[in-house]
């Protein structure tokens, strides 16, 4: 775990900027569609409800749920979640692709190299392409979630304006079945995530498929499930405690902003525009601080995880040769060769086997013949 950390560090000093870059490319991106989607989604709610119940008539979406029959509220209610799914998955495009990019060049800094930004964006190119199944499942699921949600807030709203007679059966099981779906995924979604860690690495520094790359990620944590657990905490809690310790700082500048009088009442006279200003001026400021506190973050991400990913592909190819793990209990400093597959990307060559002596099963490496995930190859 100290390795990992000290690694990170050091890769991250090599090539910050660069990294720094790409996420501030993809967050630019999310932002501007975040944006939009905060103007689309009660412009599409206001559309649906007029679509079905007119001009004259129209009150407002609990109306509109209390009118139509249980089936039809329920395809409606499934379409606009889907609509909404997949705008969200769009918003976040550019970032999928920068954080695709990201690994590459983490997985670069990580061997040695001082890739640039503009060879991090060129090494993950088809990286995206073979993502887009698992986009595309991304999209369904944030569907599902997105109709579970609106069904169970909508419809509570429904059954407190109807008469319980009136309320049929298919929409009392509806209503059940969504409740349990919901806690199961609550349930599921942390598991799978953590199983599926290692996805975007496969698809980059593998270059696998959707599919297979699902599988690898499963198979690398199949074998360390709470080593990858517990780096993935202490990941959580160091981006966590730095990212409230930030919002701390900010909401102590609002405060600060508040106690001289900016941002209260509408602005009429000269000091209370100047305040005004102030106001909107901190609002801008505050929005480029929180994205480049998450751009950082996101860089310390990118190469922490791809260091996970390169341990795990380390200590699979120990155990697939019948290594005891116990008997390498560090990773060696300095050495040559890498463990990343063979089918890794362009700029990992396979190992040079030259002048690695190959090990028998069950044999314990001696210095020197063990080969190192972090050395350039």
Known sequence: MGQLISRTFVAVKRGFWPLFGIQVIGLSGVVVACVALVILVPLGFLFVAIAFSGFDSFKGIPDLAESLPTA????????FAIALATLY???FLPYVKAVLAAITGASRLLAGERPTLSQM??????SFRRSTPLLIGWTLFNALVAFLYMYVALDAMRAGRM???SRT???KYVFVGAFALIYALLIATPYLAIRWTYVGHALVLERAGSIRSLRRSWQLTSRNFFRTLVS???????VGVAFLASCAILWLLSVSLQGIGVGKGVASTPGEIQAAILTDLFVVIAVILHMAIIAVLGVFTAVYTTAMYRDQCYRAS???QGIDLSQVASLPQASTGSLLPPHAADHQPPPDTTSQPTLAP???PQHGQERSPWARP
């Not at 993935?232 to 160091?238: E, F, M, N, P, T």
């Open 318 to 320: 120990l155990k697939e």
């Open 362 to 364: 069950g044999s314990v």
């Open 121 to 126: 964006w060129r090494d993950s190119s088809g």
């Open 72 to 79: 039809q509220w329920i395809l409606l209610l499934a379409g």
């Open 163 to 165: 008469p319980a007679e």
């Open 169 to 171: 059966a298919l929409s």
């Open 232 to 238: 993935l905490l202490v990941l959580l809690v160091a």
């Open 89 to 91: 998955v769009l918003s």
